[in-house]
């Protein structure tokens, strides 16, 4: 299984981006895609993720309101949208896909729990 994210890019505050991560390698879409992310000198951190059927999804507060997963199952394809960006956006989005059910808020934001990674995609937020 391989992710491909993209779209990331320079961005002022206020804008907008939308990221994309492409799933290949499987037949099926049972699986939880989620993104996180890094800043410089900062810990990886959960942005969002969104359950098989696109029905849940889950949001670390400091987005909620402003990004928007979404996934398009028939093109193996998870979005992030994002809007109103600050630099505190600013961090290299990875995407991950954890094979399975919707394990559930506590376990979502576990990092270490998913079993596939993309490579990253860096959005710098200035102002």
């Known amino acids: 299984v391989q992710l491909q994210a993209s779209g990331g890019g320079l961005v002022q505050v206020g804008g907008s981006l939308r990221l994309s991560c492409v799933v290949s390698?499987?037949?099926?879409?049972?699986?939880?895609m989620g993104w996180f992310r890094q800043a410089p000198g900062k810990e990886r951190e959960f942005v969002a993720a969104i359950s098989p059927s696109g029905i849940n999804t889950y949001y670390v507060d400091s987005v909620k309101g402003r990004f928007t997963i979404s996934r398009d199952n028939a093109k193996n394809t998870v979005y992030l949208q994002m809007t109103s960006l600050k630099p505190g956006d600013t961090a290299v989005y990875y995407c991950a896909v954890k094979v399975g059910r919707w394990p559930g808020e506590v376990l979502l934001v576990r990092w270490d729990l998913y079993d596939y990674y993309g490579q990253g995609t860096l959005v710098t937020v200035s102002s």
């Open positions: 390698g499987r037949t099926s879409s049972a699986y939880v």
